[in-house]
């Protein structure tokens, strides 16, 4: 199925990433052609295999419930955009009027 | 003292002897940055200043005769991915612009506890994604081979400055071959070891199922150094494995006397430029004649590897990169509105062209309706070659392949068709799928460019890939260094 322009739209949205008509152009070509290359791997019967999500067998790694030390909070807001009071600043979550949702 | 031959191990005995002093070694790799970077262009940031007071450190060392280990007083460069406490750090990407990190990743803290002396960070492609160290967002690397031509990619400027003595050694990180790969191109040793044996803490995460930090160096017996300073299990990174830490150097007997060489006929492609494998044959049949036994095997899913690599990591990338939102650190454009614009437009702004491309890839891999027939499907076959290897190493103690098909192409070559960049890694992609160690030796030249030869081995097994690595460079002639 090739990709279409809508494709490419709704996946910038799902991935928060804004793209100029220019790149919306290229991407649509190259995804399109790239995914096309991955069709190979539809040539394997992998119904009896397990996926991989990683290599070594480790799971639920745990570590004692003790302090230990954190970041200097200071040092951390150094590279802050912006920030308040201890606090990230960042623009409103939600439209100031309601009336726009 | 050529630079541009100073190993590690030569530095050591320099300064222990007290024929150099750190200080003194560390002006002089300073000296030559100056020198040939404004040409090479394989740093972003040089730390004078910091070097020479940990060079002074180092000294202090060396003149007590405590803390000295083989790297007190080394010069060392850094991939810009790697966290150093107080020295800006760029991933060669624009959105962590002003980024100063308030840590040190681990395997830098290994190496700063060792005495080792940083002098910089190295360009890489942007958060490693790329071959050619041409995705950098700043500049490309050169060649220290052929100015014309890349370094390798993703860890270009590491290799760079260890083939043109801008450092003795360098750390780089491994995702799909980026420290092997930029080793062939530019004539030097990189090992990519096994998953978990390199702790990833401070290492910028691009695909936490993939990626390991791994030494590029001079020789193997440099590389079994760094690796004893680097390797072992760390509480910061739960992925890392609590396995113990061999004495590398232990493994340098030039000895392979019945070690089991397996070669996959698969990685000799199509398009593999003759006198690459003509180059992994003469070293084939050298370690032939020191005794090893060189058996032709298979490797069946290798073909399906560039596909599977090339949707899983793009797809934990995506995760890994939504971190950069412009709300905690670096890039953020605030345009007035919502927080969505903010995200929108600073990742539009910050990112280059080949990142934004495989964050839509993905994305869509990942996506409602997508995910079984690519994220899973490829996962699936990620099984598929490890169980390649598992077979393999029942009768094979190491696997030998050319590191990539071809030399170093030239800059500008490939950077406008993904799909032929993609193909630089199709020998190197498996292995970090299947999270076996590899290594890169220097086997021969084409046109004058080297070539390298990989060498595969079982989970944790650095040991043995080490000892055949260093038996092959012990028995041929020594290397040729890059004209000034």
Redesign the interface.
């Known amino acids: 199925m090739p990709i279409t322009r809508r494709d490419v739209e709704h996946v910038a949205y799902l991935a928060r990433l804004g793209l100029s008509e220019a790149e919306v152009e290229v991407l649509v070509r190259q995804l399109d052609s790239i995914l096309e290359n991955m069709q190979i791997l539809g040539e394997l019967d992998t119904t009896q295999i397990p996926p991989t999500a990683q290599v070594l067998p480790l799971s639920n790694v745990m570590r004692p419930d003790e302090l230990w030390n954190p970041l200097d909070q200071q040092e951390v807001l150094a590279n802050a955009p912006a920030s308040e009071e201890g606090f990230f600043l960042i623009p409103p979550v939600f439209e100031e009027n309601p009336a726009d949702l | 003292m050529n630079l541009k031959e100073l190993t590690i191990h030569k530095a050591h005995e320099l300064l222990a002897t007290r024929q150099i002093c750190a200080v003194d070694l560390t002006r002089a790799v300073l000296e030559r940055i100056g020198e040939v970077d404004g040409t090479i262009k394989a740093y972003i940031t040089v730390t004078p200043e910091q070097s020479l007071a940990a060079a002074a450190g180092a000294d202090e060392r060396l003149r007590r005769g405590e803390g000295v280990t083989p790297l007190t007083g080394v010069p060392v460069a850094i991939k810009d991915n790697m966290c150093t406490a107080g020295v800006k750090t760029t991933c060669a990407s624009r959105i962590l612009d002003?980024?100063?990190p308030?840590?040190d990743a681990t395997a830098v803290a290994r190496l700063k506890a060792a005495g080792a002396v940083i002098v910089g960070k190295a360009n890489l492609d942007e958060f490693a994604m790329g071959s050619s160290t041409e995705n950098s967002a700043f500049f490309p690397t050169h060649n220290p081979w052929d100015l014309e031509r890349v370094p390798g990619g993703s860890s270009g400027g590491s290799a760079a400055a260890v083939a043109d003595g801008e450092a003795v050694f360098a750390l780089g990180s491994d995702t799909g071959g980026s420290v092997r790969l930029p080793a062939s191109f530019c004539g030097a040793v990189g090992m990519k070891p096994t998953?978990?044996r390199v702790s990833r803490y401070g290492l910028v995460a691009f695909a936490s199922?993939l990626d390991q930090i791994g030494p590029i160096t001079k020789d193997v017996r440099d590389c079994a150094l760094v690796m004893n300073a680097i390797a072992g299990h760390d509480?910061l990174d739960?992925?890392s494995?609590a396995v113990a830490v061999p004495d590398y150097t232990a493994a340098l007997i030039p000895d392979v006397r019945g070690l089991r060489i397996g070669v996959p006929a698969e990685y000799f492609v199509a398009g593999i430029q003759p006198e690459v494998e003509q180059a992994v044959r003469n070293a084939l049949a050298k370690l032939a004649e020191l005794g090893a036994m060189v058996s032709e095997i298979s490797l069946p899913?290798t073909?399906?590897a560039v596909?599977?690599y090339?949707?899983i990591a793009p797809a934990e990338a995506?995760a890994n990169l939504?971190r950069y939102?412009?709300?905690?650190?670096?890039?953020?454009l605030?345009p007035?509105?919502?927080?969505?614009?903010?995200?929108?437009?600073t990742?539009?702004?910050g990112?280059g062209?080949e990142v934004?491309?495989r964050?839509?890839?993905g994305?869509?891999a990942l996506?409602a309706g997508y995910y079984d027939a690519?994220y899973?499907?490829?996962?699936?076959?990620?099984?598929?070659i490890?169980q390649d290897f598992d077979a393999a190493f029942q009768t094979c103690d190491v696997i030998v392949t050319p590191t990539a098909p071809t030399v170093a192409f030239r800059i500008g070559e490939r950077i406008e068709n993904?799909?032929a960049m993609y193909q630089t890694d199709v020998c190197t992609v498996t292995v970090n799928?299947?999270?076996i160690p590899g290594l890169s030796v220097p086997c021969g030249w084409a046109d004058g460019l080297p070539v390298g030869m990989q060498i595969l081995g079982r989970?944790f097994d650095e040991a043995t890939i080490l000892r055949a690595a260093y038996a092959y460079e012990q028995a041929t002639v020594v290397r040729r260094v890059p004209a000034a």
């Open positions: 002003g980024f100063v308030p840590y998953y978990g199922s509480y739960a992925t494995a899913h073909r399906y596909a599977s090339y949707i995506s939504a939102d412009g709300v905690k650190y670096g890039l953020s605030r007035g509105g919502d927080i969505w614009r903010m995200y929108c437009q990742r539009e702004a990112f062209a934004k491309r964050i839509m890839l994305t869509y996506s690519y899973l499907k490829a996962q699936k076959v990620r099984t598929l490890k993904p799909l799928q299947a999270g989970p």
